[in-house]
């Protein structure tokens, strides 16, 4: 992003003081129109996007005449002439819109050919805005996708369809409420931005400190205790970004540099943040954005959704911390000096405790008396102001002034960056979903599934996950998610599975992509602040994160990890879910108290997996399996036939290890 300054700045931040205004405003009353409130907001994602984010940041960076400067590529802090006419051209469609709304969807059907013409622009400079944000990969998707719309009659009937026009797609994507305006983008602008701009805000107020002194309180004193502090950090700070990429960028910048300042190996410190990163998106009470699609999507409330997600989530960061400890064995890495874990005078600060209880609190209590969820995060959002404003500091007028220029510059931030991507790019994913829908991709895909699986659901939902797992490498979770529900999810209700735990088993998967080579954008992102290699971080972040990979088909298989089912039954499963994944994890990383052997390994591991299957039978087996282990790896000794033991690691000095609070300032303050 661009650093503006002068009269571009201005520019910027009158917009975004407008649209912030306007969102907190619709939340806290009512939204508008579809057709209003997202066009509203998508002016103010091309009035920004074009201005902030440079037509190529590589060739801004090269050499070029004042010329080419000024015409095409900008500067660091101000836009070139093609990027102000971008702007011109993106906003007009829209401001087209916001003033004749009223006329264009109640008289469907009539329109003139600038209409069309103003579409067509709409939908190249969404193209444009998408490329610059996130890359070329979802704009090459939607241009695939248009292109099977237009050619669909020359395809085979197996998968193709009557064919439409080019008038007749830009009639739909620009003139009704199931193109540019559909569910997506009102989801985004009525409901999703709220959320985007309540995280930085808590931040911003010094939730963040208080997440991470609790999570050295208790991960400190656990083996592997910097691994233990970032799992908990992230985990309590990414149910308020929602974003695996967005939490490896903030919490990663003080838990990584000191993981390795405790002894942790670039890869294995970068592997944990991506890891522990990757679950914040199905953390409750904020989950990521998918989760509100999903709500939309199944047309349940988002409460549903927050408590079929709690076990679950336990489960997935329970295995990541079980990795945590068993290779944190392996590598010699201790607990937490005790000088360095936090007394209990300095937890309990009651400014930081009502800071953190308070928003939180409303939150989730409003939440669960069935308000709308824009409603409570803007009453969420306005509740930590005020608190931020009286009781975070002095009352002396300079000091509330600097607490002001605090949370302005923490919306001006979120608004611009996390923001902006998010309307642009579910504007754009919408046009994909208006397609698939258009052409009944979606059932044709669904009985192509359903054919090939035959009566099997398993082999459906393996077909399922490979197809999540690759549409979400190189996009984003939401726009994975989105896509691979429209296309996939009629297929797994087709072949009986319930909505929910078939949304979820999808959500879950779109995620894991994240961590999953090739295309690992969580990984790349914690490379980039731990250094070394990206595919053995990526390794491991999936040793790490096998329970992502398997708790989902508990969801279809034992509905009961969802809050489905009786109490006894529930806590059976979460117990041997639990014992299962720690034992797995010690089973891929090969140590508990000493360095494991492959047969002790292939005992953990095939005991973790019939504890999972969760019957009587299976559950004895597995625990006899678990036993013969323990009681090898305890009592055996090494010999060379059966399966040597690996080395012992000597203990790691953390004696002078020492710790800067600056490091794990996230209180965004930003006022400079």
Known sequence: MRDLTGIWKWIVATITTVAVGFIIFTCLWRPYHPALQGSVILSFGML??????????????????????????????????????????????????????????????????????????????????????????????????????????????????????????????????????????????????????????????????????????TGGRIRGGGGQIALLASAGLGMLSGSSVANVATTGTFTIPTMKKLGYNPEFAGATEASASSGGQIMPPIMGAGAFVMAELLGIRYTSIMVAAIIPAICYFMGIGSGIYVLAGKYGLGKLPSRLIPKWRELLNPREIINAIIPIGLLIYLLVRYLPPQNCAAWALVSALLIFFLIGGPLRRREIGKRVRISLRAFFTSATGALVMLIIMMSCVQTIVTLINATGLGVKTSELIVNLAGDSAFLALIAVMVVAIILGMGMSTTAAYVIAASVLGPALIMLGLEPLPSHLFIFYFAIASGITPPVCVAVFTAKTISGGSWLKMAVISMGLSIGGYIIPYYFIYQPAILMKGGLWITLGIIAAVMIAMFFIEVGVFGYLKKPASWPERIFFLAGGALLMKFSLLTVIIGLVCIALAIVSHLFMPDISVIGKRPAQVQMVDLSKVEWDEKDTDISLDLSE
């Open 48 to 217: 920004v996007v074009f201005l902030n984010r440079p037509i190529s940041k590589k060739a801004m960076g090269k050499r070029h005449s004042n010329l080419m400067r000024l015409m095409v590529f900008g500067t660091d802090n101000s836009p070139s002439v093609l990027d102000v006419i971008f702007v011109i051209l993106g906003s007009a469609p829209c401001i087209f819109v916001i003033i004749f709304w009223e006329p264009i969807v109640s008289n469907p059907l009539t329109y003139e050919t600038y209409y069309l013409v103003l579409g067509a622009v709409l939908f190249l400079m969404l193209l444009e805005g998408t490329r610059r944000t996130l890359g070329y990969i979802v704009p090459i998707v939607v241009i695939l996708f248009v292109l099977y719309a237009l050619l669909g009659h020359l395809l085979p009937a197996e998968i193709g369809h009557a064919g439409y026009g080019l008038e007749e797609l830009l009639y739909i994507f620009y003139l009704t409420t199931e193109g540019v305006w559909g569910l997506l983008t009102d989801l985004t602008s009525r409901l999703i931005a709220i959320f985007v701009l309540l995280g930085p805000i808590l931040f911003a107020c010094g939730v963040g400190n208080a997440f991470v002194k609790w999570a050295r309180f």
